[in-house]
């Protein structure tokens, strides 16, 4: 079984900053790529931020530049820290990754429960 939990969300003035945590726990192989994700109410979610296996970043050009995405030590921690922060950022931002668990020969996607982010302006 593998587990992602995210936490960090909260309520932020504009122009504030937070950071998200994700945690991956279980049996889990290797990692091919982490995600955040976001969902705006009464829209679609949207990729945020991807970090591959060997590091590599890429940004949806709405958060280029103000949003970063990193890896703990134990590379099963992804976090994103999210600066001058916009009301347009309020959404319940989800934590993702396509891993392949001990038990598998695939890699499979993994969601988390999600944390909500408030941005008042």
């Known amino acids: 079984q593998v587990q992602l939990v995210e936490s960090g969300g909260g309520l932020v003035q504009a122009g504030g900053s937070l950071r998200l945590s994700c945690a991956a726990s279980g049996n889990i192989g290797s990692i091919n790529y982490m995600n955040w994700y976001r969902q705006a109410p009464g829209k679609q979610r949207e990729l945020v931020a991807t970090?591959?296996?060997?590091?590599?970043?890429n940004y949806a050009d709405s958060v280029k530049g103000r949003f970063t995405i990193s890896r703990g030590n134990a590379e099963i921690t992804v976090y994103l820290q999210m600066n001058s922060l916009k009301p347009e950022d309020t959404a319940v931002y989800y934590c993702n990754a396509n891993l392949r668990p001990t038990w598998s020969s695939r890699y499979l996607e993994h969601w988390g429960q999600g944390t909500l982010v408030t941005v008042s302006s």
């Open positions: 970090i591959t296996g060997g590091g590599s970043t």
